[in-house]
């Protein structure tokens, strides 16, 4: 099963918004609501941001925000700060009972 | 609050074998799945696999058959992942994560406590 499609890089300066988009098929995030996105600083472990397409863990930022339309999901965030500059990972349930994750997004803050 | 501390950098020589431990605290460990997952040099997250620390099953990723096994020991907390028959391809950093998901349900796959990572380097 291939990966879900992310961009390799999207950039932004601070204080604009930006949107890292998913893309899936009727396997996973076309059928399931379970997606979720992960930030991912170098040299550390993934730190989940959103699950279930909108909800935040306690402790995250309501600068991060999630969406689904049809078989793309999308993660924007507000208000983007310099600490915010990382890889950004989707995830989904699919079909076989697996998660499948999209190839990341590096972001950029300049 | 919740932790979860993995073993140290392992090197290995190809078709050798690797054992990483994943020790937890702050919660009740019976009560959360635990997933074993990867990511190569400069690549993405790939999920390996599963397991239900309250009755010891697990389910795995089908590329991985004949060569995972995931164990637990309740007496501390901690759960194992094994690979056999090591390749070169299975260099990486390996990250234990606890489930958002309590085991009376089933998992959603949503990874909300991660270990620290072990790099594991296969190379003659």
């Known amino acids: 099963q291939s990966a879900l499609t992310q961009p390799a890089s999207v950039s932004g300066s601070p204080g604009q918004s930006i949107s890292i988009s998913c893309t899936g098929t009727?396997?996973?995030?076309?059928?399931?609501?379970?997606v979720s996105w992960y930030q991912q600083r170098p040299g550390t472990a993934p730190q989940l941001l959103i699950y279930q397409v909108v909800n935040r863990p306690s402790g995250v930022p309501d600068r991060f925000s999630g969406s689904k339309s049809a078989y793309a999901a999308s993660l924007t965030i507000s208000g983007l700060q310099a600490e915010d500059e990382a890889d950004y990972y989707c995830a989904s349930y699919t079909r076989n009972n697996t998660p499948i994750f999209g190839g990341g997004t590096k972001l950029t803050v300049v | 609050q919740v932790q979860l501390v993995q073993s140290g950098a392992e090197v290995k020589k190809p078709g050798a074998s690797v054992k990483v431990s994943c020790k937890t605290s702050g919660y009740t460990f019976n009560s959360f799945y635990i997933h074993w997952l990867r990511q190569a040099p400069g690549q993405g997250l790939e999920w390996m696999g599963i397991i239900n620390p309250y009755n010891g099953d697990t389910r795995h990723a089908q590329k991985l058959q004949g060569r995972i096994t995931m164990t637990r020991d309740t007496s501390t907390a901690t759960v194992y992942m094994e690979l056999k028959s090591l390749k070169s391809e299975d260099t990486a950093v390996y990250f234990c994560?606890?489930?958002?998901?309590?085991?009376?349900?089933?998992?959603?796959?949503?990874?909300?406590?991660w270990g620290q990572g072990t790099q594991l380097t296969v190379s003659t």
């Open positions: 009727n396997n996973d995030i076309g059928t399931y609501n379970f």
């Open positions: 994560a606890r489930d958002r998901t309590v085991v009376l349900a089933a998992t959603e796959y949503y990874f909300g406590f």
